[in-house]
């Protein structure tokens, strides 16, 4: 069963700064099976990133992903007031769903 | 438009059976997996397993397998969630989600579903 982590666990940042969220996989993940999720508080998680860089319908620009085999990154290149929210990544393989622990993005 | 509308809040008693639901529209229902996402308190996400409802063809992380029951009636475009035997361990919140066709990601989400389970 591929593990998935993320770092930091925390990322204290102001408004118009940039974050870089980081998902390191314990095996080599497929591309096209890795994705990033939001979630703000008491709302269900929304779809960001499919396919390790693909944009979901209605995602701003400023949401990016990139990586490769072991390791995948989420950016957010300037942050706006909504994006102070929870991370996730997961992965798929064998049928299954992994999520990564998650990384909260926070108001400095 | 594509919507999973979960049923409301459940409070329980440890032991108390319980069966959730997921009901999909804007969408053809039979064609697209639907997955169980567990939340308890504070915490982070888990795939709990998931439901081809064209078929009932269903997939089980081996963390929750022989823990809930996934089942679905395609006539009625709903997926559901069940326990037989409900533990205080069991409080959470639970969220439905679509499988992307032919991806292997969850595009769209329920609300959720919150069960509180204690005496």
């Known amino acids: 069963e591929i593990v998935l982590t993320q770092s930091p666990g925390t990322l204290s940042l102001s408004p118009g700064e940039r974050a870089t969220l980081s998902c390191r996989a314990s095996?080599?993940?497929?591309?096209?099976?890795l994705a990033w999720y939001q979630q703000n508080p008491g709302q269900a998680p929304r779809l960001l990133i499919y396919?390790?860089?693909g944009r979901a319908t209605g995602i701003p620009d400023r949401f990016s992903g990139s990586g490769s085999g072991t390791d995948f990154t989420l950016t957010i290149s300037r942050l706006e007031p909504e994006d102070f929210a929870v991370y996730y990544c997961?992965?798929?393989?064998?049928?299954?769903?992994?999520f990564g622990p998650g990384t909260k993005v926070e108001i400095k | 438009e594509v919507q999973l509308v979960q049923s409301g809040a459940e409070v329980k008693k440890p032991g108390e059976s319980l069966k959730i639901s997921c009901k999909g529209s804007?969408?053809?229902?039979?064609?697209?997996?639907i997955g169980w996402v567990r939340q308890m308190p504070g915490k982070g996400l888990e795939w709990m397993g998931i439901?081809?409802?064209?078929?009932?063809?269903?997939r089980y992380s081996p963390s929750f397998q022989g823990q809930v029951t996934i089942s679905a009636d395609k006539s009625i475009s709903t997926a559901y969630l069940q326990w037989s035997s409900l533990k205080a361990s069991d409080t959470a919140m639970y969220y439905c989600?679509?499988?992307?066709?032919?991806?292997?990601?969850?595009?769209?989400w329920g609300q959720g579903t919150l069960v509180t389970v204690s005496s």
């Open positions: 989600a679509r499988r992307d066709y032919g991806g292997k990601w969850l595009d769209y």
């Open positions: 804007g969408y053809s229902f039979t064609s697209y997996w």
């Open positions: 439901i081809y409802p064209g078929d009932s063809d269903t």
């Open positions: 095996q080599s993940v497929s591309s096209n099976y």
């Open positions: 396919g390790a860089s």
């Open positions: 997961q992965q798929y393989g064998s049928s299954l769903f992994t």
